[in-house]
């Protein structure tokens, strides 16, 4: 979902492209779900169609992690999950703080996929003195004038952004200065962060847009077909003279 870029060159000091790194958590979407009906093995077919990536790009992205699979077996599901869990950081607790308490962060508050995904919610910050200490998801939500001490408090590098836009880049700059290193931003508007700081942006509606183009492109083709059938049976209509009851498409 999330749509921005990071901050990073295209090839991370390990070796690993980018391109390959945003296909990790794909895999491992996948994987987790094989893990969870206990199957063993999967085959790189099977896997490529299960994370929507072709099986070939699969091939590649394993073999950065050193992971071959065996011939006629495929790939042990959960070493898989172990060395993509490793290699996305996520062998490790990564706290998180959410800035912006309203129906999105309250959203991202309560949703469960974090916390199995070794993302620990640490702390909720919002800037309406009424929303102090109210729990959302069995957290107490703080006061932003205590943001910098609750990020160093909890070790906090990443931030999650769900304030109104004109908010997001005050935020923003307040969370690297206290420390945080990576910021998923879901306000619509772009941050400028200095070096060394990850962003990356979850816009829906941005998503929503592409699809749109699609449905468009998708609409006009269908149009483009139609025209031309009509045409095609209006030609093969006047072949047959006024009564013609030949179908429009002849079998082969
Ligand atoms: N990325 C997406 O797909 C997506 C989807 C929905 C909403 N949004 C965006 O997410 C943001 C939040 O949307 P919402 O519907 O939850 O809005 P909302 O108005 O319900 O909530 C915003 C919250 O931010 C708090 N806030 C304002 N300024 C702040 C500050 N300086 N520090 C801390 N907290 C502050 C407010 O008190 C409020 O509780 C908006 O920017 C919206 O455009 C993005």
Known sequence: MATGRTHRPAT???GIPEATVARL?????A???LSERSVPTVSSEELAAAAGVNSAKLRKDFSYLGSYGTRGVGYDVEYLVYQISRELGLTQDWPVVIVGIGNLGAALANYGGFASRGFRVAALID???AM???PVAGIPVQHSDDLERIIQDNGV???VIATPAGAAQAVCDRLVAAGVTSILNFAPTVLSVPDGVD???VDLSIELQILAFHEQRKAGEEAAAGGAQATAARSESADQGPDGDVPAVMPA
């Open 132 to 134: 102090a200490g109210k």
């Open 31 to 33: 994987l987790t779900a």
């Open 157 to 159: 590098s990443i931030g």
């Open 12 to 14: 991370r000091s390990r």
């Open 25 to 29: 958590p794909l895999y491992l979407r």
């Open 199 to 201: 962003v990356r942006k």
């Open 127 to 129: 800037a309406d003195p």
